[in-house]
């Protein structure tokens, strides 16, 4: 069960939703026992006091009093780092990612397209731009000086990535997320 704290209403609809889709129950702050609290911290608001228990914080400026156990996520933190942020607190550790606390890039927050999505290796990041320039995989093989069963291998852990099924929606979701440029 994940305590929901969120002031804005449209932004607590939302978390609901994505944690929902993740498979997470809702509790009542009076409700106990709670697994994870998940707070959406609006800018100026500090964190609350919470009884006990891991905290998810998400923020997009320093939030004072954050202790070193609390996870911290920007607001703007994709669906996916937002279910795995509450999963891994659940579990007893701590989640930060690099420069958590960022200026938002957007109002709301991201689905799965968040500038932390997975990161692409720079050999998968070489071959996503390839296929974005046309290039078969025996093209890009012969490029590269290695095999075409490689190359199918790294576009298989590009599409887990970034949760794509086909080779045109690896390069768009590439170009939106400024991985590869054309």
């Known amino acids: 069960m994940v305590l929901l704290e969120a002031k804005d209403p449209a932004?607590?609809?939302?978390?609901a939703a994505l944690l929902a889709e993740g498979?997470?129950?809702?509790?009542r702050a009076t409700e106990a026992p709670w697994d994870?609290?998940?707070?959406?911290?609006?800018?100026?608001?500090?964190?609350?006091?919470?009884?006990?228990?891991?905290?998810?914080?998400l923020a997009d400026h320093a939030a004072p009093g954050a202790e070193p156990t609390v996870s911290v996520l920007p607001r703007?933190?994709?669906a996916r780092q937002v279910r795995a942020a509450v999963a891994a607190a659940a579990a007893g550790l701590v989640v930060r990612l690099p420069d958590a606390v960022a200026p938002p890039?957007?109002?709301?927050?991201?689905?799965?397209?968040?500038?932390?999505?997975?990161?692409?290796?720079?050999r998968e990041v070489e071959i996503l731009a390839m296929v974005g320039e046309g290039a078969s995989n025996k093209a890009v093989a012969?490029?590269?000086?290695?095999s075409a069963?490689?190359?199918?291998?790294?576009?298989?852990?590009?599409?887990?990535?970034?949760?794509?099924?086909?080779?045109?929606?690896a390069v768009?979701?590439?170009?939106?997320q400024r991985l590869i440029e054309l």
């Open 11 to 15: 932004r607590r609809r939302g978390l």
């Open 23 to 27: 498979g997470h129950g809702l509790a």
């Open 36 to 57: 994870v609290a998940l707070v959406d911290l609006a800018p100026g608001e500090d964190a609350p006091a919470l009884a006990s228990g891991p905290l998810v914080l």
């Open 76 to 78: 703007n933190a994709s």
């Open 105 to 122: 890039a957007s109002p709301g927050f991201a689905r799965d397209e968040a500038p932390g999505a997975p990161l692409l290796t720079p």
């Open 142 to 146: 012969r490029r590269l000086g290695i």
């Open 149 to 169: 069963h490689t190359v199918k291998f790294h576009l298989e852990a590009v599409f887990r990535k970034l949760g794509v099924a086909t080779r045109a929606e």
């Open 172 to 176: 768009a979701r590439g170009l939106r």
